[in-house]
């Protein structure tokens, strides 16, 4: 099975900064895509930012210009950049994988979700 370790999400203030890390399992030989999702409340999950593994980026509009998603391949990681964050950014935030290799464990993961609030 494949396991995913979120870690980085927290408290912060109205304008601080955080950054989210996402560590898949090192069985894992090929992943293609890699991302975030995050669920408000009373919400459905929503696109934060995805990333190809030719470092190809898409992010929700409303997010560009604060949000940063990078990976680094070797370590089957993507990390996060939140700046600037606003009390509507809280959320739980949800790393989530499409591997590729080893064909076994070829499908689409979900992390178990980070908290991030942000007080006004």
């Known amino acids: 099975q494949v396991q995913l370790v979120e870690s980085g999400g927290g408290l912060v203030q109205a304008g601080g900064s955080l950054r989210l890390s996402c560590a898949a399992s090192?069985?894992?030989?090929?992943?293609?895509?890699m991302g975030w999702y995050r669920q408000a409340p009373g919400k459905t999950r929503d696109l934060v930012a995805t990333?190809?593994?030719?470092?190809?980026?898409n992010y929700a509009d409303s997010l560009k210009g604060r949000f940063t998603i990078s990976r680094d391949n070797a370590k089957n990681t993507v990390y996060l950049q939140m700046n600037s964050l606003k009390p509507e950014d809280t959320a739980v935030y949800y790393c989530?994988?499409?591997?590729?290799?080893?064909?076994?464990?070829?499908?689409?993961?979900w992390g178990q979700g980070t908290q991030v609030t942000v007080s006004s």
């Open positions: 989530n994988v499409e591997v590729r290799l080893p064909l076994t464990l070829k499908g689409r993961y």
């Open positions: 090192n069985s894992i030989s090929s992943i293609t895509n």
């Open positions: 990333m190809t593994s030719g470092g190809n980026t």
